[in-house]
């Protein structure tokens, strides 16, 4: 469920709502479709006008500011994903299908990696994502692949 509008989540990140934003940020609060930016020009464009460009630097504003995420799957496409509620992404290895996983101790095994990451290696970290890729329960039906097999 939804607690905040685009509206207020945008102000909340100190960044003007205007049309575009809320359009784009409307969609993928309310997808689960890990759009890419042709998927969202699609779904979008019968709603006024909108072009691939505006559609780019919109989510490089919300990913910039932490409201989306960029997942590139193994077609080397890039994806988006509203990522307020922290989760992780399974992906597939053959046909690029992605699905949100959402676990209970995710905040925990995040700020494990990031101080883990830090100690060994100097950074500091600002995010991290986490990906599994694996056979989706489609592509394992498909090419007769059983989990003993993997």
């Known amino acids: ?32 479709n890990h759009p890419t930016v042709d998927t969202i020009y699609k ?32 077609s080397n496409s890039s994806h988006y994903d509203y990522f307020i509620k922290p989760h992780f992404h399974i992906i597939c290895k053959n046909c690029g299908k992605i699905a949100d996983v959402f676990y209970p101790d995710f905040d925990q095994i995040e700020n494990k990696m990031r101080s883990e990451s830090e100690k060994q290696t100097g950074f500091i970290a600002s995010s991290s994502h986490l990906e599994i890729y694996g056979l989706c329960p489609e592509c394992q039906q498909k090419l007769n692949t059983k989990k003993s097999e993997m």
């Open 1 to 32: 469920m939804i607690k905040e509008t685009a509206e207020e989540l945008l102000h909340e990140r100190n960044l003007k709502a205007t049309k575009p934003r809320l359009k784009i940020l409307n969609y993928l609060m309310n997808h689960n």
């Open 43 to 74: 779904d979008l464009t019968d709603h006024g006008q909108l072009n691939k460009a505006t559609i780019y630097n919109t989510l490089n504003s919300l990913i910039s500011v932490g409201i989306a995420i960029e997942i590139k799957n193994g």
